[in-house]
């Protein structure tokens, strides 16, 4: 899917196992770019504020401006992936540029990354005001719940992340690991639930390769 929004004011509410912006049930949300305007996002049960469907990954999200609201469905990230039912579910190549973004995952789900069951990878922070609230047992910015935050970077900005129960505010989920995050900028804070890490590994997760210059 591909999906512009250049300006406006924007409120898109998926059904059921849908995503706000992005994929149906079962189906990926990828191509999807915000330049401007004022966006709010709910994903209906299961599925992304922005991003994938239920079963369906979050790939290829990026936002480089305007004011943001996802919110994700139960289970689901705010921005990324849908809950993992079995295949998809991961939330990856997540790249914010400049804008202010707010993202809330439901229960088992990454503020910004994967959905319930599901990784959060490849996510990048360049620019803007970004807050990422994990669900219970999700990350602020990483996995799901379950299961890992990797290749997490940010070079600038003003960035807020908060994990939930058991989970990093920056890396894994409830249990898992938080690797690969690189931190050269900016201004960050990041607070994980009871057990886990503020940047690193969830509750019982390793944290490894975490960079800060």
Known sequence: SNI????????????NYAAGIGGGYGREGSGIKIKSGTVKAKGGKNGAGIGGGEE???????????EVIATGGDC????????????????????????KVNAKGGNGGAG??????????????????VTANGGAYGAGIGGGNGKDGSNIK?????????????????????????????????KVNATGGDYAAGIGGGSGGAGSNIEIN
């Open 56 to 66: 369906g990954i979050g790939d290829g999200i990026y936002i480089h401006g305007g």
């Open 112 to 129: 910004i990354g994967g959905g319930d069951s599901a990784l959060g990878s490849d996510i990048e922070i360049f620019g803007g005001d």
């Open 4 to 15: 512009e929004i250049n300006g406006g004011n924007v409120t898109a509410n998926g059904g």
């Open 154 to 186: 940010i070079t600038d900005g003003t960035v807020k992340a908060t994990g939930g129960n058991s989970a990093a505010g920056i890396g894994g989920g409830n249990g898992k690991n938080g690797s690969n995050i690189k931190i050269t900028n900016g």
């Open 76 to 99: 689901a990230a705010g921005i990324g992936g849908g809950t993992d039912r079995g295949s998809g579910g991961e939330g990856s190549v997540i790249k914010i540029t400049g804008g």
